[in-house]
């Protein structure tokens, strides 16, 4: 059983009396003090930078080429946060009820109200570094609504809100490394952990542009890598966002927690074909506006699939809004997963709107109608003509989502203002990740995790623009304060050597690694593997698994994984800028990932948020959870042979109610 | 379609680079970068040597693609990067140039790939808000005016890509750090350091080898986020007050 060391308590003021009495580092001895802090994401940036300001030593790693480019950048819509700055309800209370609601009940509450808290906080901080976050005609913080809740909480700067956080966050690192407090390295990978008398001690880098293996020592390591959504293949996250920080973590005794709970986003742009390297988001800000529908009759989706028709073709009445049938409380805003789900059942009806069966529109007509005549009363225009009202609504649409219709078109060659957009579901975030307590320390003491890196907040499924909340809140205001937990016993340690026996031997295990992959010399390409892990994951562990289909997927993946030690081929040397070793590395990782994805999906026999096991439905087929069995955080240990060992984190619920969770 | 690509290899740093030749069959809904994959994934199964060449969100928001694409930097569309340039914009038959980034500031790491490190030093120098975590007032305490608001954060979309010195017939760094400059000052957040900034952010660009901007506009024509000039221009006004001024 996992000891998640939450605080005694009060629920509302745990986190207060927890922080007031806290072993705290003087600062003279913070100096002496290094810590690593691999990543430079929301959650890594605002760490390191916030670390350094307190004064400690921080060495910060990223693969990118500038730490600016970490895949935070590509956030769109919006971060939560419970300020009330609209009168309508909102509190840190119902931040947390909401998110623990949206979680499905698979989250650990003292965690999650941690978050509610600061993330009043993180809004301050953010306009403080001069983040341009959207404002009303005073001059006062916007708001728009994001899914599963009914207040509009959430902060947003255009459809770029990832980059403005993270342009904050990475200038504020930036401070810190122009006075040397932080000491950064780019494109430095981590390849592997150090632990030293079983504490985590430091990295083992390769330095991407020269292939040299380098190794870093520090007091403690804090690791803020990312997701692992890359385990598909095709997903929203960056080409190079990946696993392996984290996995390397798990075979030196970390654990992999409820890795099957993954986000699948329901608004993004449709695959188009075999060369597809990447999905795209729309930004699920679209759904305050847009509409989803299919056509009532498999027929006309027939018509539109052979190019005979388009969606303009398709009468009011013949449209089925199904999102607003279904879920009238919540409508086209009901949580991701549900949303998801829900396209899946439409297209699996043979309703799709594409060439391929497979998307669903989302459409901006009515909306363009509704501002266009708002707009026109506003500017006090009596009886405007329908082009004129036409080309106002297209006015505030673009102002409120330019950038997103832009992409759009570029992607596609359509122009969204005149044809509702195709979107389908595609693979997003990973609510699952390395196991943490309430320190956000994982069970291997002196590494931390944090952002989408750890599995903490979430549960089984997060809501709309709570995953920028939660990677600044553990940067900003949750590790500067957790991490003195472990290095107040820590001020007497001398500086960490990276001679030891220890590094020696991790730096040796890094470097055979390599020399392994490279012998391979066989025929197919790195991409090839990936690709196919990826069809794998997606057809038995995506939007909705089996038994069965599980069972089948783990003899897959195990045959792929053989394939690849026996026939990949890395071109180039290990000693030289070589991304194709690169790719090789993170598969290779990825490979094993995606079996404990299969495990833990197997082992749940419930369906919970992002976790669809088809065996269990209501009868009107919505998820069914089994609270009596699987009240629990699932965290794996890794084996080599197959044998993978689960440890338990009993979730206890006391301040709210375990419910179904329905949006209708 | 069938292209022909001229592509710039280049072994390392210190290798003597060329323009070679390849031929590649893409398609209409591919993007530009997709269709480098096709043709490395060509390369790879013979075994030969792939093209090196930076990407990694591939929607145009983290700056890390930078391929000069028949002389243009990101390539011939306007308020695009390289990787939301699709090839519905090429027909059969084409030949396309791809070369990598080439300033004095950015060295040649492999094939397509420069190291732009000079660029977060320019930040390093000043392109922040020295406030430390912690320290803030309620976000609503600062209220900003729409257009002002807007203006800032027109300045602040900047992917950091490079595309405007790789543009620039001097190698400058210019429309990047006025970028900067014009959104930190135009908040009043940034009010109080503006004039340090500005200095530190200039001497820095000098430092790491950019050119001096003599008002060519090349930058702003093939910024794929549309910066405008006019931000040199305020640029130019708070380093003359920052220099006439005494210290801050
Ligand atoms: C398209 C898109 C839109 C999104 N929109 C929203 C939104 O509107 N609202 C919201 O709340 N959330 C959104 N999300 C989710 C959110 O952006 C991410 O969950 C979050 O940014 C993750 O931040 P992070 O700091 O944990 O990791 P990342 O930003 O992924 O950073 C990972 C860092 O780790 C480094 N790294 C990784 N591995 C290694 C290694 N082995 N060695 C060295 N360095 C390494 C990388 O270089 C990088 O710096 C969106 C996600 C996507 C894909
Ligand atoms: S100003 Fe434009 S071209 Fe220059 S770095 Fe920024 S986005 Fe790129
Ligand atoms: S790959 Fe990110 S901007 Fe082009």
Known sequence: ?664 | MKLKLQVWRQKNKNAKGSLKLYNVEADEHMSFLEMLDVLNEQLISDKSDPIAFDHDCREGICGSCSLVIDGRPHGPQQGTTTCQLHMRHYKDGDTITIEPYRAKAFPIVKDLVTQRTAYDKIIQAGGYVSVNTGQAVDGNAIPIEGGIAAKAFDAATCIGCGACAAACPNGSAMLFTSAKIAHLSLLPQGQIEHKSRVRKMVAQMDKEGFGMCSNVGACEVDCPKEISTDNIARLNREYLSASLGAED
Request: glycine share 10%; proline share 3%; hydrophobic share 35%.
């Open chain 1, 1 to 664: 059983m996992l000891n998640s060391n939450v605080p005694p308590g009060e629920l509302s003021t745990k986190w207060t009396e927890y922080r007031s009495k806290m072993n705290l580092v003087a600062p003279g001895n913070k100096r002496r003090l290094e810590v690593i802090v691999v990543g430079t994401g929301l959650a890594g940036a605002s760490a390191a930078a916030t670390l350094g300001e307190l004064g400690y030593n921080v060495k910060c790693f990223c693969f990118h080429d500038s730490p600016r480019r970490a895949h935070s950048i590509a956030a769109q819509g919006g971060i939560n946060a419970a300020k009330n700055y609209q009168n309508d309800g909102d509190s840190i209370y119902r931040l947390f009820y909401d998110t623990i609601k949206g979680g499905d009940y698979r989250s650990r509450e003292s965690n999650v109200h941690r978050l509610a808290e600061v993330s009043t906080e993180i809004i301050d901080q953010c306009v403080a570094q001069g983040v341009p976050f959207a404002r009303e005609y005073g001059g006062l913080l916007a708001n728009r609504s994001f899914g599963g809740v009914q207040v509009s909480r959430t902060f947003y700067a255009r459809g770029q809100t990832g980059q403005q956080l993270l342009l904050g966050a990475y200038q504020s690192l930036s401070r810190q490394i122009a006075n040397g407090n932080v000491k950064m390295y780019n494109r430095h990978e981590m390849l592997d952990l150090v632990k030293v008398d079983g504490k985590a001690r430091g990295i083992i880098t390769r330095n991407l542009l020269t292939g040299e293996i380098d190794r870093h020592a520090a007091h403690c390591v804090v690791m803020a890598t990312g997701g692992y959504g890359n385990v598909y293949y095709l997903s929203t996250n960056a080409m190079g966002s990946n696993v392996s920080a984290g996995w390397r973590a798990v075979r030196r005794g970390a654990l992999m927690a409820n890795p099957c709970y993954v986000q699948i986003h329901p608004t993004c742009i449709p695959v188009s074909g075999e060369y597809q390297s990447k999905l795209t988001l729309m930004s699920e800000s679209l759904r305050n506006d847009g509409r989803v529908w299919v056509p009532k009759s498999i027929e006309d989706a027939k018509a539109i699939q052979e190019g005979k028709k388009t969606g303009l073709d398709i009468a009011e009445e013949d449209r089925d809004y199904y999102l607003e049938r279904r879920y009238p409380a919540f409508g086209n805003l009901v949580p991701r997963d549900v949303a998801s789900r829900a396209a899946k059942v439409a297209c699996d009806e043979g309703k799709g709107v594409s060439k391929t069966g497979l998307a669903v529109y989302l459409d901006f007509a009515a909306a363009i109608q509704r501002y266009g005549k708002s707009e026109a009363l506003t500017q006090g225009i009596d009886n405007p003509s329908a082009s004129a009202i036409l080309k106002l609504g297209e006015d505030v649409v673009r102002k409120k989502y330019g950038n997103l219709f832009q992409m759009y078109e570029k992607i596609t060659g359509e122009n969204p203002y005149k044809m509702p957009m195709k979107i389908f579901p595609a693979v997003h975030y990973t609510m699952g990740g390395i196991w943490v307590d309430y320190n956000l320390e994982t069970n291997v003491p002196g590494l931390f995790a944090l952002g989408e890196a750890n599995f903490s907040d979430h549960g089984a499924n997060r809501l709309g623009a709570s995953a920028l909340m939660q990677g600044l809140a553990d940067g900003y205001f949750v590790i500067p304060y957790t991490i003195g937990q472990f290095l107040s016993k820590e001020i007497r340690t001398p500086n960490i050597s990276p001679d030891s026996a220890e590094f020696e031997q991790a730096e040796q295990d890094v470097r055979d690694r390599l020399a392994k992959l490279k012998a391979i010399n066989g025929n197919q390409s790195v991409e090839s593997f990936h690709r196919k892990l990826g069809k794998i994951i997606w057809e038995y562990c995506g939007m909705s698994r089996s038994e069965a289909g599980l069972n089948k997927a783990i003899g897959l993946v195990r045959d792929l994984r053989k394939e690849f030690y026996s026939d990949v081929y890395i071109p180039g040397e290990l000693d030289e800028y070589n991304p194709e070793l690169e790719k090789a590395t993170r598969v290779a990782d990825f490979l094993e990932m995606g079996e404990i994805m299969i495990v833990d999906a197997l082992n749940r026999n419930e369906s919970c948020g992002g976790h669809f096991r088809e065996e269990y439905t209501s009868e009107e087929g919505e998820a069914k959870r089994n609270d009596a069995d699987y009240t629990y955080v699932a965290a794996w240990e890794w084996d080599d042979d197959g044998n993978h060992k689960m440890h338990r984190e009993d979730l206890e619920f006391k301040n709210v109610e375990l419910k179904t969770r329905s949006y209708k």
